[in-house]
T-cell receptor, first 116, second 116 residues
Framework: AQTVTQSQPEMSVQEAETVTLSCTYD???????LFWYKQPPSRQMILVIR??????QNATENRFSVNFQKAAKSFSLKISDSQLGDAAMYFC?????????????FGQGTELSVKP | DGGITQSPKYLFRKEGQNVTLSCEQN?????MYWYRQDPGQGLRLIYY???????QKGDIAEGYSVSREKKESFPLTVTSAQKNPTAFYLC???????????????FGQGTRLTVV
């Protein structure tokens, strides 16, 4: 069974600084997708970034980038130039890809606080 | 506008009662999911469905039931067999297949269930 682990329950960063959130996963599949979702206090889940396992290039979305290490099964999220609005719960997620679709599995979450 | 709608936003249940949480989407998505969110435990998968009239148990299905009679709807019933139902419940939907740009899951705004 696939599992996703986020070992940092809480993280803190100074405004304008950079922070990295960690995520590891376990799977025997070769084709899959990885995601980072953000959940602000409103509790609405927002997709931050996605990574296809078959791509070696790390995904980037503006101030957000990932470090995808497929052999190590590691998928960390880097937030550059942190802003107050980045404060939220962040979830790492995994989805297998096949013709029958696949369930979306989440980690335990990391609560990020941003200090002004 | 396309989206996914959960109702009600808040729900109170007396012990021993069954309650049903509604989830409707107009995104033409095949796959739908139910998650339970508790502090410190992330999102845990209760049930998921890839197509109409078919669904699978997730990691914590005991005490819950679902149906998928229509593509747009995936209601969750919390039965009296669920011993600790107080939690935040999130419904999500996604395309079942179709490549990387179709893998994103869209979430409802959640239902907060409290046992009184």
């Amino acid at each position: 069974a696939q599992t996703v682990t986020q070992s940092q329950p809480e993280m803190s960063v100074q405004e304008a600084e950079t922070v990295t959130l960690s995520c590891t996963y376990d799977t025997s599949e070769s084709d899959y997708y990885l995601f980072w979702y953000k959940q602000p206090p409103s509790r609405q889940m927002i997709l931050v970034i996605r990574q296809e396992a078959y791509k070696q290039q790390n995904a980037t979305e503006n101030r957000f980038s990932v470090n995808f290490q497929k052999a190590a099964k590691s998928f960390s999220l880097k937030i550059s130039d942190s802003q107050l609005g980045d404060a939220a719960m962040y979830f790492c997620a995994y989805r297998r890809e096949n013709n029958q679709g696949g369930k979306l599995i989440f980690g335990q979450g990391t609560e990020l606080s941003v200090k002004p | 506008d396309g989206g996914i709608t959960q109702s009600p936003k808040y729900l109170f249940r007396k012990e021993g009662q069954n309650v049903t949480l509604s989830c409707e989407q107009n995104l033409n998505h095949d796959a739908m999911y139910w998650y339970r969110q508790d502090p410190g435990q992330g999102l845990r998968l209760i049930y998921y469905s890839q197509i109409v009239n078919d669904f699978q148990k997730g990691d914590i299905a005991e005490g819950y039931s679902v149906s998928r009679e229509k593509k747009e709807s995936f209601p969750l019933t919390v039965t009296s067999a669920q011993k600790n139902p107080t939690a935040f419940y999130l419904c999500a939907s996604s395309m079942r297949t179709g490549g990387p740009m179709n893998t994103e899951a869209f979430f409802g705004q959640g239902t907060r269930l409290t046992v009184v």
